[in-house]
């Protein structure tokens, strides 16, 4: 695998690699925010159905009024979405005001049938100032809106993956990182300042296919100017980014209690990120596959050149490139596409299992990131401890991934958050703490499960169609997160439903990852046919024979030297 070398040359962990991954993953941070925007955008705060509007020009207290309109629940709560019809004077009564409004009504002749919030409601606005839940009533017979609005985002994920994927495969990189950021940046201003839900979900599917965008492209230019010595460790980097960037959301969310502008904190960035994006080196290593060679020796001198190992790039010309990646440059030509990944048996292989890894994963994440008030913590600091439980999870993934490989950590990291969900299960629902203990050791190993396969992913898909393959994988991750919140509806009919399926999924995912070949220490494939190679055993055997002509060379040059 010719380019390696080619790396080597220019300088392969040099100050080029630094900055350029550096500047890579910043914007990784925002993504964070982006995708777990909702928490806060879309916060249900407390609310009960408005007072009727002749109590609320009285001179009665907001106590009394709240009593005699809404009666209570089985908790002694407020109802949130009912009413009486009238005013029930009779409970400020002391024989009465510990009545649910059913008893006395006969002594004072009134209503008390309830009915719909007519006049609005009173929201409790403790955590945020306003939320698009509060401003447009997305309460009571329109709760499921909430619900929809993250599914549309998750829809333009799934979109983006697709598209994105496809046509970064097919026009570079660079180009496609930056239409991402500048889609991200518009259509998030956008969001911000919208005047109705339709037109706030509108743009968040926007905002939706613009992370795919992003997060693919990033991953692919990281992957492809590093050598394969450091990739886990610039992998494990780039998902702390993530790490960092839930910690940053719930320090922004804390200060910013307006959804508006929160939303505008977390895209006007992208403005910047699409001017610095311009300065990125595309690809060299796609420019040949995509029979650019001129393009990709004018990059590999520039990185070179950044190296301080001008000299070195210059000796690369066309014939260096043709002889060190003859074999890849042959197998480039023609178009590709998605339909790739399935015709030749390991790559079919290959992408079923990591199909089952990816879908599996986003769909238990986002079952338990989503819905952060089900845990009855403060909002902010369960974000707090679900971003903070990624770091000691990502360190584990990281180590366990450089001695035990790829595979063993996929599968691990998968089983064990599945199994973490089920215990959940067993557990009583009062006992609180202890259910968001294991809840966030379950959010920690699949964190660290997103880590994997981001890096795993990558590598296993060459080259040629690597971006089809991870948009592809991206679009399964999408396809779960757009189901996840579907499933909550089945705890209506079976309440320990919901906890089994996103228990089950993972486990089930973590064994069907045996089936992948293991890439620890392996060069990064250019071609479909060094994945059959690999999956036949055939590359090994390859590389033994080179090692061995290798040695034959080097001992003829020693005899010549003598």
Request: hydrophobic letters at 45%; a positive charge.
């Amino acid at each position: 695998m010719g380019f390696g070398e080619l790396l080597e040359q220019v300088g392969s962990t040099g100050r080029f690699q630094v900055l350029h991954t550096t500047l890579l993953c910043i914007p990784v941070m925002l993504i964070a925010s982006h995708n777990l925007l909702q928490n806060f955008v879309a916060l249900v705060p407390p609310h009960f159905c408005s007072t009727h509007t002749n109590l609320s020009q009285s001179q009665m207290s907001a106590e009394e009024a709240l009593l005699v309109t809404v009666p209570l629940d089985q908790t002694g709560k407020p109802e949130r979405c009912l009413r009486y019809a009238a005013p029930q004077w009779h409970l400020l009564t002391k024989n009465g005001s510990s009545s649910s409004g059913k008893e006395g009504d006969t002594n004072a002749g009134l209503d008390v049938d309830p009915q719909g919030c007519s006049d609005g409601w009173t929201y409790n606005m403790t955590h945020m100032k306003s939320t698009i839940i509060s401003d447009w009533n997305l309460v009571c017979d329109q709760r499921s809106l909430k619900q929809m609005g993250q599914t549309i985002y998750m829809g333009g994920v799934l979109l983006g993956s697709v598209v994105f994927g496809g046509l970064s495969d097919r026009y570079g990189r660079r180009i496609l990182l930056l239409i991402s950021h500048l889609l991200m940046a518009v259509s998030g201003t956008c969001a911000a300042f919208s005047t109705a839900f339709p037109l706030f979900c509108l743009f968040r599917f926007g905002c939706g296919m613009a992370l795919s965008g992003v997060v693919l492209n990033t991953f692919s230019l990281i992957v492809e100017w590093i050598p394969t010595s450091v990739r886990t460790m610039v992998g494990t980097m780039t998902g702390y980014c993530y790490t960092v960037g839930q910690l940053i959301l719930a320090l922004i969310a804390y200060f910013i209690r307006d959804w508006r502008w929160l939303t505008l904190a977390v895209s006007l960035p992208f403005f910047v990120f699409f001017l610095i994006a311009w300065w990125f080196h595309e690809s060299s290593r796609w420019l040949v596959m995509s029979n650019n060679p001129e393009q990709a020796i004018k990059n590999l001198k520039s990185v070179a050149k950044f190296n301080g190992r001008k000299e070195e790039g210059e000796k690369i010309d066309m014939k260096r490139l043709q002889e060190t990646m003859k074999k890849e440059m042959s197998c480039s030509q023609g178009t590709h596409s998605v339909l790739d990944l399935f015709r030749t048996p390991t790559m079919r292989r290959m992408t079923i299992c990591l199909s089952a890894v990816w879908l599996s994963t986003s769909f238990a994440y986002y079952g338990l990131a989503m819905d952060l008030q089900k845990f009855g913590v403060d909002i902010y600091l369960i974000q707090v401890i679900f971003g903070v439980v990624d770091i000691p999870a990502k360190v584990v993934i990281v180590v366990s991934m450089s001695y035990f490989g790829r595979r063993i950590s996929q599968c691990g990291a998968l089983i064990i958050a599945g199994t973490t969900v089920l215990i959940n299960l067993l557990i009583p629902y009062d006992k609180q703490t202890a259910r968001t203990c294991m809840a966030v050791l379950g959010k920690g190993c699949l964190a660290a499960s997103f880590n994997c396969c981001y890096l795993y992913s990558g590598e296993l898909f060459p080259t040629i169609i690597r971006q089809n393959g991870m948009g592809w994988v991206s679009m399964m991750a999408r396809v779960g997160a757009m189901v996840a919140p579907m499933v909550l509806l089945t705890a209506d009919y079976l309440p320990w439903l919901p906890g089994l399926i996103y228990g089950g999924a993972p486990i089930l995912s973590g064994i069907a990852a045996i089936f992948l070949p293991e890439t620890l220490g392996s060069p990064l494939p250019d071609t479909i046919q060094d994945v059959e190679d690999r999956g036949t055993g055939r590359s090994s055997k390859a590389s033994r024979k080179e090692a061995i002509i290798l040695q034959d060379i080097q001992a003829d040059l020693l005899k010549q030297t003598a």
